[in-house]
């Protein structure tokens, strides 16, 4: 436990207690009848909060709009596939001509059974960036050219 080595003197113990103090709380005007309140909080007298009746206090309080809003249940939000959409590259004036794709080797279904769909959609993103980077190579050929 820790012991002080020295006593605090009087000057250096008001010093530090020289800002734990008391403040004033913030109070604000009822908007329906002008008593003073705690801000956000319902007015005591007349029972008004942010212009609405919320306490029965107020004559203009009804049980319907004071009861709970049911809470519907939720479903659980079906996960949708992530797809990457191709590459938009804007050309001024130029045409571009698709080449076809490199025919790619099949695998034996010895080795591979099956594809998972994971697997074929990366294939496919793959093939979609590579078409979009051969478009943006041509188009910056054309404009060195120009």
Do not use: I
Request: proline share 7%.
């Amino acid at each position: 436990m820790a012991v002080p080595k020295k006593r605090t003197g009087k000057s250096a113990q008001g010093h530090r207690r020289s800002n734990w103090k008391a403040t004033k709380p913030e109070t604000t005007k009822c908007s329906n009848c002008g008593t003073l309140t705690l801000t956000h909080t319902v007015c005591e007298s007349c029972g008004f909060y942010k212009g609405k009746a919320v306490s029965r206090k107020s004559p203009d309080f009804t049980e319907a709009a004071a009861a709970p809003k049911a809470v519907k249940a939720k479903k659980p939000a079906a996960k949708k596939a992530k797809t990457e959409a191709p590459v938009e590259t804007k050309a001024e004036e130029t045409e571009v001509t698709e080449t076809p794709a490199k025919p790619k080797a099949k695998k034996a279904k010895a080795e591979a059974p099956a594809e998972t769909p994971v697997e074929e959609k990366v294939e496919e993103t793959t093939e979609v960036e590579a078409k979009a980077e051969e478009v943006v190579a041509e188009a910056e050929e054309e404009n060195k050219a120009e």
